[in-house]
């Protein structure tokens, strides 16, 4: 059985940017069905930061009181090499109207979108919806989706299909849009465990030793999430070595951790390893469809930029769409859309990619001379309140404008007041 719905945008993927873009499509009064292959927006260890220059994106879209009591502030970050803080930053320092990153499970960010959403008739939601096809006309331009139910086939037709399915798009593969995947030298094991209480739950901390570094991002309510890298393809060999090795990992980086880690992860099941790559593709749209997200710009998990220009991308999209729109709606205008909407974003995107591969390049340093580099660059970026700003502006401050505001930190987990 066959059903078949109209909309004028059909968004395949309800993450972050393909939910962000339907509410905002949905508010300026565009039709648009969204298909979530998932039944519940549970995704652990995926997009839990949230870059300042998204909260405050969140917060001029309302959706910051949805959340109230759903996220953390970060109030510093840390890196510590050979055991050494080698730079620390205040994010207080930082004069934007929003200055702190958070740490937010996405499961309530998707569940506020969602729900922000269902307050608009133009909004619709199928979950359990898996894209199999795209619907085209004689000349090939897509004009729709066919998505697998548990009800059945449901074809959605519509003016513009966006892809929001992530860094495997199926979207993107059907629709023949080339693609260079860049794997980078390391894979990432993820676990979570309780937060130790000797530390402080309002701190990013990176900490390196040699050729082996470690992320701890503490999360909401009371846990900390580790990512340690592996060598690229490598977590055959430590399976093969026993958690024994993955305890002394965490021994090295992170002490503190020992016990917690032998307690809380007694099987590989208690882990997840993401893959490491980056995703450069030449054209973000043909006719009839677009690219957003980490569809259209696969990133790392360096300084949390996947959910930030998920956010960013759909915000500057829906304007372009309903613009289209409301000039007829036609091929080539919304082709067009799409051509301004990369060259829009494509530039920052591309800032973005740099610094994370900068970045990439000093953690993999080893060896004597290579260490002792990374060390004395850390601490000369960490020496200068100025220097250290700029670094860490490109990735989280390419929004908003600096002012007078001084930061104001919360105690709790409140919703920021706006600006």
Not at 134 to 139: E, F, G, H, N, S
Not at 256 to 261: F, G, H, P, R, T
Not at 351 to 371: M, V, Y
Request: glycine share 8%.
């Amino acid at each position: 059985m066959t059903t078949e719905l109209t909309a004028q945008v059909c968004v395949v993927g309800g993450g972050p940017a393909g939910l962000t873009l339907a509410v905002e499509l949905a508010k300026r009064s565009v039709s648009v069905v969204v298909l979530e292959q998932s039944r519940h927006f549970d995704r652990s260890f995926r997009g839990e930061s949230v870059s300042p220059d998204s909260v405050w994106l969140l917060d001029r879209l309302g959706l910051l009181e949805r959340l109230d009591g759903e996220y953390q502030q970060m109030h510093h970050m840390e890196i510590e090499d050979a055991g050494s803080t080698v730079l620390r930053a205040d994010f207080a320092d930082f004069t934007y109207p929003h200055p702190y990153p958070v740490e937010m499970p996405q499961p309530a960010l998707l569940s506020a979108l969602a729900e922000a959403g269902g307050q608009h008739e133009e909004f619709t939601l199928l979950r359990r919806a898996t894209a199999i096809g795209l619907v085209r006309d004689a000349d090939g331009t897509v004009t729709g989706v066919e998505a697998r139910t548990p009800d059945g086939v449901v074809t959605v037709n519509a003016a513009l299909t966006v892809a929001a399915d992530g860094r495997f798009s199926k979207v993107r593969e059907m629709a023949g849009l080339a693609c260079t995947k860049v794997p980078l030298e390391r894979d990432v094991i993820w676990l979570k465990l309780p937060f130790p209480a000797e530390w402080d739950d309002r701190t990013y901390r990176i900490r390196i030793r040699g050729d082996q570094h470690a992320l701890f991002l503490p999360t909401q309510p009371d846990s900390v999430r580790v990512g340690f890298n592996i060598p690229k393809g490598g977590l055959k060999e430590l399976r093969s070595q026993g958690l024994t090795a993955l305890y002394e990992r965490l021994d090295l980086l992170a002490p503190e951790l020992s016990e917690a880690v032998r307690q809380e992860v007694r099987s590989w099941s208690d882990t997840s390893m993401l893959d490491i790559f980056t995703t450069v593709v030449p054209k973000w749209s043909a006719p009839g469809l677009t690219l957003v997200g980490d569809a259209a710009h696969t990133l790392t998990p360096i300084l949390g930029q996947g959910v930030n220009h998920a956010i960013i991308d759909a915000v500057a999209l829906a304007p372009l769409v309903e613009e289209a729109l409301a000039a007829g709606g036609g091929t080539d205008r919304l082709l067009r859309a799409g051509e301004q909407f990369q060259q829009l974003r494509e530039a920052s995107v591309a800032g973005s990619r740099g610094l994370q591969l900068r970045q990439e390049r000093l953690f993999a340093l080893h060896g004597p001379i290579g260490s002792l580099f990374r060390r004395t660059l850390y601490r000369l970026v960490g020496r200068s309140k100025a220097l250290t700003q700029r670094v860490l502006a490109q990735a989280y401050f390419q929004l908003q404008e600096p002012g007078p505001h001084v930061a104001r930190r919360q105690s709790g987990s409140q919703a920021l007041p706006r600006q």
